[in-house]
Structure formats: C-alpha cells, structure tokens
Nanobody
C-alpha cells in the first residue's frame, strides 16, 4: 500500500494559479501511474490528470486541458499539479491517487486538499 499526502490547496481568486503536491511513501514504491481527481460539493468525483511513473506520459480531462500541468519527481516520490487560470468551477477537494499496473484500479488515495476559487 502506498501512502499519499496532498498539500498546496487554498483559497484563491479566479485567474490565479496554484500548485498541488502529493508525496508518496511505501516500503516498496510499486506505482505504474499517479493521478489527480477532484470532487466538488454535490458532485461525483472526477478525473483531472494522470502521469505514468515511467516515461511520464500525461493525460488530462477536458475541463483542465491547456490550463494544468501534471509532473512527477521520481527521486522525491512526488507528483504535482500546476493549475493556471483557475475558475470558480475548479473549486473542489483534490485527491491524489496511485495504481500499481496498467488498467488497474487506483487503490491508494490521499486525504484530499481543498481548493476554493472565488469569482
């Protein structure tokens, strides 16, 4: 099991930028990909972005494409989500997740970090 801890959330204004961080730890880090999800009040949790641990291949959800960049630091065992031009509809709890193999479930989750964007 991988332990994930997010940080970097906060209250910002529309148009601002924010960088979320996710620190991973485990006795043996067995990760194929890490991802960010978000859940807004009253809504289902939705996928935001994903990056593979080897190769760094990235995938983004349409609502954040072009405004966000996911990156990872293998040495630091960390994943980041840089979000620019934030909108009120980006307000949500952002979760970091990892999965151990292609096509598998995301089976490790962080506790989440709140991002609030005011208009």
């Amino acid at each position: 099991q991988v332990q994930l801890v997010e940080s970097g959330g906060g209250l910002v204004q529309a148009g601002d930028s924010l960088r979320l961080s996710c620190a991973a730890s485990a006795r043996t880090l067995n990760v194929y990909a890490m991802a960010w999800f978000r859940q807004a009040p009253g809504k289902e949790r939705e996928f935001v972005a994903r990056i593979t641990w080897i190769g760094g291949y990235r995938t983004y959800a349409d609502p954040v494409k072009g405004r966000s960049t996911i990156s990872r630091d293998n040495a630091e065992k960390a994943v980041y989500l840089q979000m620019n031009s934030l909108k009120p509809e980006d307000t949500a709890v952002y979760y970091c997740a990892s999965r151990a193999r292609p096509g598998g479930e995301y089976d490790s989750w962080g506790q989440g970090t709140q991002v609030t964007v005011s208009s």
